[in-house]
């Protein structure tokens, strides 16, 4: 069973900054099967990134995704007021726990 | 573009069966296109997988719930379904269903998602 580890648990950034998530695999994966989600109070999560690189449909190209083996990254260019939120990766059958993004 | 609601009871006694429906609409659900899956979260927690059935009736289960679960399709309404037996307090969260997407194993269309609470 893979377990997926998020870091950090909260990133405090303002709007405008960078920000970085990382998820780490306990074994190497296949970076075809790697998704990223983005889940705001009261809402379901939204597909963002899926095979770790390619964007979903509609999501701004200041989401990117990136790594391979057991390390995979989140990125967000600049944070936006909307994009303060809960961030998940995906692989198979196991989500990370989450990094929260806020102001 | 596939739009997925979920229904059923808001409330489960303890020790009974918690019945959910997927109704999908904007797509057959009997496509070889997509396979289901049922997705859970615990108040203030994060997401857990609880299973998915693929267009072939193949299901797999989390190892950690498979004893209790059962997903299945319904091809003439269109509809998944969930079934949790012998629920406890733990079973208590918002119940999403989704589409997943098989040449990924990524969810990409979800449900709004329905709270259920285990309660006596």
């Known amino acids: 069973e893979i377990v997926l580890t998020q870091s950090p648990g909260t990133l405090s950034l303002s709007p405008g900054e960078r920000a970085t998530l990382s998820c780490r695999a306990g074994?190497?994966?296949?970076?075809?099967?790697v998704a990223w989600y983005q889940q705001k109070v009261g809402q379901a999560p939204r597909l963002l990134i899926y095979g770790a690189f390619s964007r979903a449909t509609g999501i701004p190209d200041r989401f990117s995704g990136s790594g391979s083996g057991t390390d995979f990254t989140l990125t967000i260019s600049r944070l936006e007021p909307e994009d303060f939120a809960v961030y998940y990766c995906q692989y198979d059958g196991a989500f990370g726990q989450g990094t929260k993004v806020e102001i | 573009q596939l739009q997925l609601q979920e229904s059923g009871p808001g409330l489960v006694k303890p020790s009974e069966t918690l019945s959910l429906t997927c109704a999908v609409s904007g797509g057959s659900i009997s496509s070889s296109h997509y396979h289901w899956a049922w997705i859970r979260q615990p108040p203030g927690k994060g997401l857990e997988w609880i299973g998915s059935?693929?267009?072939?009736?193949?299901?797999y289960y989390n190892a950690s719930l498979k004893s209790r679960v059962i997903i299945s399709v319904d091809t003439s309404k269109n509809q998944f379904s969930l079934k949790v037996t012998s629920v406890t307090a733990a079973d208590t969260a918002v119940y999403y269903c989704?589409?997943?997407?098989?040449?990924?194993?990524?969810?990409?269309?979800w449900g709004q998602g329905t709270l259920v609470t285990v309660s006596s």
């Open positions: 059935i693929y267009y072939s009736g193949t299901t």
């Open positions: 074994q190497s994966v296949s970076s075809s099967y």
């Open positions: 989704a589409s997943l997407h098989g040449g990924g194993n990524y969810f990409d269309f």
